[in-house]
């Protein structure tokens, strides 16, 4: 990815062209998930900002001032995240074709993609730990937005669950690379946790 133009700074269309192709291999699965992070992040600003413009009590106008700044600090972590997990992937993918035809190369193959799994797990954890956050603030704002921009909210809120929810399916298909399992282990219940808190916000939401 180094040298490359972000996918951030694609338009649209061609980075969903990009997704659809076959080759090269990415972006796909965890760039997708971290757009639909970003984009439940924007919607959520949005919904943030048309509340503050139009609320009178000033705690209020604050609060929804610090609701905007901080989706806004997640929605760009999200694009961050669309490009590093294709990058991981890319590495993954590299390790995956080193040669295999001495005792010794299968040891370096073997370490090699030992460390890039690791790697590899890095943004779909942390995908899912902000797709939680992003799913915490879009209810809120679901609730107690300008009535006018609480349906936006509750859509910003389904594109945060599904952005957690995808986060969690890659994570957790990415666990048999990972050579120690301990470490499997607790990157599972992290996940996992992380879906369960999801789902309980997401129920106690409804009417």
Request: charged share 30%; proline share 5%; aromatic share 4%.
């Amino acid at each position: 990815m180094e040298g490359q133009e972000r996918f951030e700074q694609e338009r649209i269309v061609d980075f969903l062209e990009r997704i659809a192709a076959v080759n090269p291999v990415t972006p796909a699965g965890g760039s997708a998930v971290a757009l639909c992070g970003a984009l439940a992040a924007s919607l959520g600003q949005f919904v943030a900002r048309v509340s503050q413009r139009r609320e009178k009590d000033e705690k209020a106008k604050e609060r929804f001032q610090w609701l905007a700044d901080r989706l806004n600090a997640l929605k760009l972590r999200c694009l961050d995240l669309m490009d590093e997990d294709a990058a991981a992937y890319e590495g993954l993918m590299r390790a995956m074709r080193l040669p295999k035809a001495s005792p010794e190369e299968t040891s370096a193959r073997e370490r090699a993609l030992a460390a890039a799994a690791l790697v590899a797990m890095e943004p779909p954890q942390e995908l899912a730990r902000h797709g939680l956050e992003i799913l915490r603030l879009a209810l809120e704002l679901a609730e107690t937005g300008h009535h006018a921009a609480r349906p936006d909210g509750q859509a910003a809120a389904e594109m945060a669950r599904a952005c957690l929810r995808g986060a969690v399916r890659l994570a957790s298909a990415g666990l048999p690379d990972i050579r120690d399992p301990s470490v499997a282990d607790r990157i599972r219940v992290f996940v996992q946790g992380l879906e369960t808190e999801g789902e309980l916000l997401w129920k106690g939401s409804g009417p």
